[in-house]
């Protein structure tokens, strides 16, 4: 129940009470402190009676105008201001004020904080910046160092701790302070107020006890629990979430005082109301009159029933001691029982019983006291002799030497009560008075216990006093013996005196027999002035007419004082110099010094102050004192050093580098000075309006501030100072921060992905950072190739038109005058076209015949290898070749008489093949006949020979290519494989001696197939030198061997292959 009052405020509407519900903003993070750029989420929080009911909008206002409407009730905000929220169907909240700071420290505390909240302060630096010995501080003293934390934490708040919070930390030699946050620590909930139905109820009413208050619409979490305490004992359970307590029939027992507390269910937060008296009333109730029972008078006895249905029987009784039974005195339908004479035997105790047919009740009991009228009073005055009459109180004293109690005193001062007083232990009172002269004149008291006043007799008051001195006059001088005499003419005895100087008590003497007292004292100089005596004798003081007493006094040391107070005058402004002594006669002479130069020289007749005014000027500064002189000789004053405020001129802002210019990573030192100005002086330190720091200098000069050089560092610089009389500001200073270049960055860039003679390369260099103008140098192989310059920044570009010395490592160097910075080497291969290829056929006779090997090389005069040669035979190909040298390569031909024709070559390396010119070649070869004349004379011949040399030679031929011989390919070709529908060649070499071994002719199948068969000899008919590369540690055995068909033509020659078998 308690939540929902605390969401509600309640405002009368026509006689009725109505609700209306108010926003609640809160924030995210919690601090009304954040750091300029920083994001603070405002969520906006109401209270709906229908829950289902969805809230459409939420308005957000700064300040007081609507700067937004959403759907979510989340926003988030950057700017300082005042924000408040509104829900649909809802009041706007509080205002909640966000500051976003651009300082380097700042406190960050939430915007509410209640009694039990856990609160943290937090002391935040801004980002990248270091400060040392944080300290947070209450009310301008050290709250607590935090070390290793930036967070203070209040872990149960209180009204303890209300107070203003700011925190300070130190950066280089200047200390910074954050903003102020002023903290007070708001109730969860009022003290409650304890209400009741009825205060004064009767037995057996209903009495409800309702514990009023209720949470804080900014905290309504949780609820309240109620607890009801009867002087000091809990009422009903123990805490209770109803705010209520009902008594359905309340007793006599229940009267007494009440209170109720209240607490939030998980908090130690607990309030307590003030105190509520409830009385109840009995049904039954006995009383009597007259209030005082005296003998012989008469007595009624009263029983009151309330609120009983009648008829009702009513009987006495008289209480008994604890043996007896109580007395019946009367039955009757009366309610009240008399006794028509008192005696003292009637005295004791009464109650009455009250009967219908539905109760029996029993009042309370009354105890009737039967008294003895009081004796004649005496008056007094208390205590005797000992009362001052300036501070202390008088006492009368009245009292009877017999009578019953109580007894009702009453005091007189000439006719008029003073006051009434009732003693209920004791036959005598007092009455207390601060006499003064109102209170002279006749005093007496009356004392009764109910048979009425008797009164007591009446005492004189003082008269006047007269004070008279001992010598005659009334100077004198100091030294001298002084005897006052005070006397008064009438008053009762006893009467005391008091003795007065300027209102001062000197002295107090009783007179018990004379009405004449005296005081004697010695003069000093301090003993000028107004005397005067009184005499009070208990009805008032009287006081005497002044009598004045004229004392010659040497003038006391003298007091210099400023006016307007204290020692710091700002230039300008005018100060009075005051000069003043406690004591001395009249006339004095008064006299000013500055630094021990006489100022002015005043005469004072009739005040012991002068005054001595000037408009302060730059000079004033120095020590001042006054003397004071009335004859007895000078008496000087104390000094007081004046210290005269000079405001601030402009200051002088000056920045000192390291090297002529400002580089990254430089330490540049700002000095700030103001010529003239009072210290202490503190000077704050802008870059483009953004504070750097601040230094406090305290004995003049300037101060420094230190900056570690970042490009971001260039800009306007200015300075500030201050010493309390107004800000100066420096004129603007311009500081630009070079950046040293970078290593730079080398790229070569040609037209095509190989770089080739004759192309343009571009070759540039660049540094991702450094100030301009950047000037930058091209090598090839540490050989300065130019030079260029970027005015702006960035890179720039060298060209050069490729050769074949290009080739080789290329790199670069950057330099802004900060450092040269080089780069990394660059490799660059620059590749030569092939030049046109020249085709060589080389044979061993002039006339090449068929049988001859043709030796065919062909060569390219430049170009860079690897290069690939083509080989061809009337435009057809017969081998590719590879030289990684860049020289040339050959290609050996068994000729047949097919290889007549056109031979030619082409050279590639990647770049532009080129083909050689054309060469014929003519193969002269054998006739049809003779072949077939020599292949009939050998048949017979030689065919069982043939067959055997076959069968020996292939035998020998299987067994070396089993031990693995080698090839008789030129080492440094690698031709294609060759394409088995065409004819191979071999290159044999020509010089190497050949015989024929066998022929073979199958004249039978209509095709005349030949083998023939050549063995090496052993013998060298040529020299080793002679010998090609490419026939060496050649030991074939099959040289050739040749297949043709008779019905057709020859077939294209074939490689020769050692490892072929005859056939």
């Known amino acids: 129940m308690l939540l929902w009052v605390s969401l509600l405020i309640l405002a009368p509407v026509g006689g009725q009470f109505a609700t209306e519900i108010k926003s609640v903003i809160s924030l995210q993070p919690p601090w009304t402190t954040l750091f300029q750029g920083e994001t603070a989420t405002l969520t906006c929080k109401t209270f709906q009676f229908n829950a289902a009911q969805k809230v459409k909008w939420y308005r957000w206002y700064l300040p007081g105008e609507i700067q937004t409407e959403t759907t979510e009730n989340t926003y988030e905000v950057r700017e300082s201001g005042g924000y408040k929220c509104q829900a649909q169907d809802s009041h706007s909240s509080d205002r909640v004020d966000l500051i976003f700071s651009t300082a380097y420290l700042i406190l960050q505390a939430p915007s509410d904080v209640f009694e039990d909240d856990s609160v943290v302060l937090r002391c935040q630096a801004k980002a990248n910046i270091v400060l040392n010995n944080m300290t947070l501080y209450k009310n301008g003293r050290i709250l607590e160092t935090l070390n290793k934390t930036s967070d203070f934490h209040i872990h149960q708040a209180s009204m303890k701790d209300n107070g203003e919070y700011h925190c300070r930390g130190a950066k280089d030699n200047h200390f910074v302070s954050s903003n102020k946050i002023k903290i007070v620590v708001q109730e969860l909930f009022p003290s409650p107020v304890l209400r009741a139905s009825s205060t004064q109820p009767t037995e057996r009413d209903a009495v409800t006890l309702t514990c009023e208050t209720q949470l804080s619409q900014q905290r309504p979490e949780g609820h309240l629990l109620f607890r009801f305490v009867k002087q000091s004992n809990n009422v009903g359970s123990d805490w209770k979430n109803s705010p209520e307590f009902q008594f359905s029939h309340i007793r006599k027992e229940n009267s007494g005082s009440y209170w109720c507390e209240a607490r939030r269910v998980n908090s130690l937060v607990q309030k307590r109301s003030q105190e509520l008296q409830i009385q109840v009333r009995e049904i039954v109730r006995i009383h009597h009159y007259p209030e005082f029972v005296f003998e012989g008078q008469e007595l009624v006895l009263i029983c009151s029933v309330n609120g009983a249905r009648k008829p009702i029987t009513v009987s006495w009784y008289k209480r008994q001691d604890r043996l007896q039974k109580d007395i019946e005195l009367q039955t009757s339908s009366k309610t009240e029982f008399t006794i028509p004479v008192v005696q003292n035997s009637d005295a004791g105790e009464y109650y009455c019983i009250a009967r219908n047919s539905h109760f029996s009740k029993q009042s309370n009991s009354v105890i009737i006291s039967v008294k ?66 109102k209170h002279s004149g006749n005093y007496y008291c009356t004392a009764n216990n109910g048979l009425g006043p008797q009164w007591s007799k009446v005492m004189i008051p003082v008269s006047k006093p007269v004070l008279t001195f001992s010598s005659p006059g009334t100077r004198t001088s100091v030294g001298i013996k002084m005897s006052l005499q005070c006397e008064v003419q009438r008053g009762s005895l006893p009467i005391w005196y008091q003795f007065f100087h300027e209102g001062v008590l000197l002295k107090k003497r009783e007179a018990i027999s004379w009405r004449t007292v005296s005081y004697s004292f010695s003069v000093t100089g301090e003993n000028s002035g107004n005397y005067y005596c009184t005499a009070d004798n208990g009805f008032g003081p009287q006081r005497s007419e002044a009598m004045s007493l004229s004392v010659t006094v040497p ?39 500055r630094e021990d130069v006489l100022l002015t020289r005043t005469e004072a007749t009739s005040w012991r102050t002068v005054s001595y005014s000037f408009s302060v000027t730059g000079e004033n500064s120095g020590n001042y004192y006054c003397t004071a002189d009335n004859g007895f000789g000078p008496r000087r004053s104390e000094s007081i050093n004046l210290s005269v405020i000079v405001p601030v001129s402009r200051p002088v802002l000056t920045l000192r580098a390291p090297r002529g210019q400002a580089v990254v990573g430089d330490v540049a030192e700002l000095h700030c000075e103001a010529r003239r100005g009072s210290p202490p002086i503190l000077y704050q330190f802008y870059h483009e309006d953004v504070t750097l720091g601040s230094s406090l ?98 890179g720039t570009s060298f060209n050069l038109s490729l050769t074949t010395e290009h080739s080789g490592n290329y790199s670069c160097e950057a330099d802004n005058g900060l450092g040269v910075q080089r780069s990394e080497a660059v490799s660059l291969n620059v590749r030569v076209p092939v030049s046109r290829p020249v085709l060589t056929l080389r044979t061993t006779r002039t006339q090449v015949v068929v049988g001859d090997v043709l030796e ?34 050959s290609l050996n031909l068994l000729l047949t008489a097919d290889h007549s024709g056109t031979y030619s070559c082409k050279a590639d390396n990647g770049l532009s093949p080129q083909h050689s010119e054309a060469v014929t070649l003519s193969v002269m070869g054998l006739t049809g006949s003779k072949s077939s004349l020599i292949a009939t004379s050998v048949t017979g011949g030689l065919l069982s020979m043939m067959a055997i040399a076959a069968v020996a030679v292939l035998f020998y031929c299987w067994l070396l290519r089993k031990a693995g011989r080698k090839s008789t390919f030129d080492s440094s070709r690698n031709p294609s494989a060759p394409d088995p529908q065409e004819s191979t060649y071999h290159n044999v070499p020509g010089w190497i001696e050949l015989q024929p071994v066998y022929s073979n002719v199958n004249p039978n199948r209509g095709e005349v197939v ?32 040749q297949v043709k068909g008779a019905s057709t033509t020859a077939s294209k020659p074939q490689f020769l292959d050692p490892f072929t078998p005859h056939r």
């Open 555 to 593: 003038v006391s040391q003298p007091v210099l004082s400023l006016s307007p107070p204290g020692t710091q005058i700002l230039v300008g402004n005018e100060v009075r110099l005051q000069c003043e002594v406690q004591r001395g006669s009249l006339p004095i002479w008064y006299q000013f010094f």
């Open 697 to 794: 200098s305290t004995s003049g000069g300037g101060a420094f501030f230190n900056l570690i050089l970042k490009a971001e560092h260039s800009g306007n610089y200015f300075c500030e100072a201050n010493n309390g009389q107004g800000v100066q500001r420096s004129h603007m200073v311009p500081l630009s921060v070079r950046v040293p270049v970078s290593h730079p960055v080398l790229t070569l860039r040609t037209p095509r992905v190989q770089a080739v003679v004759g192309d343009v390369l571009e070759i540039h260099c660049e540094s991702q950072r450094g100030s301009p103008p950047i000037q930058y140098q091209f090598y090839h192989e540490d050989v300065a190739l130019g030079n260029s310059s970027s005015l702006s920044g960035g």
């Open 372 to 437: 003895v009228p009081v004796s004649q009073p005496v008056l007094t005055l208390r205590p005797p002799g000992t009362w001052n009459l300036v501070t202390d109180k008088m006492s009368l004293q009245c009292e009877v030497q017999r009578g019953s109690l109580p007894i009702w005193y009453q005091f007189f001062h000439e006719g008029v009560l003073l006051e009434e007083v009732e003693s209920t232990s004791e036959r005598k009172t007092f009455h207390r008075l601060s006499p003064t002269e």
């Open 856 to 889: 065919l090389r062909c060569e390219a005069q430049r170009g860079s290898p690897p290069i690939l040669y083509w080989f061809y035979h009337n435009n057809v190909t017969l081998e590719t070749s590879t030289s990684h040298s860049g020289q040339g390569v």
């Open 1010 to 1041: 030949y083998s023939e068969v050549w063995s090496v000899k052993k013998e060298n008919k040529v020299t080793a030198a002679s010998e090609p590369e490419l026939f060496k540690n050649t030991d074939s055995c099959v040289i050739y061997s």
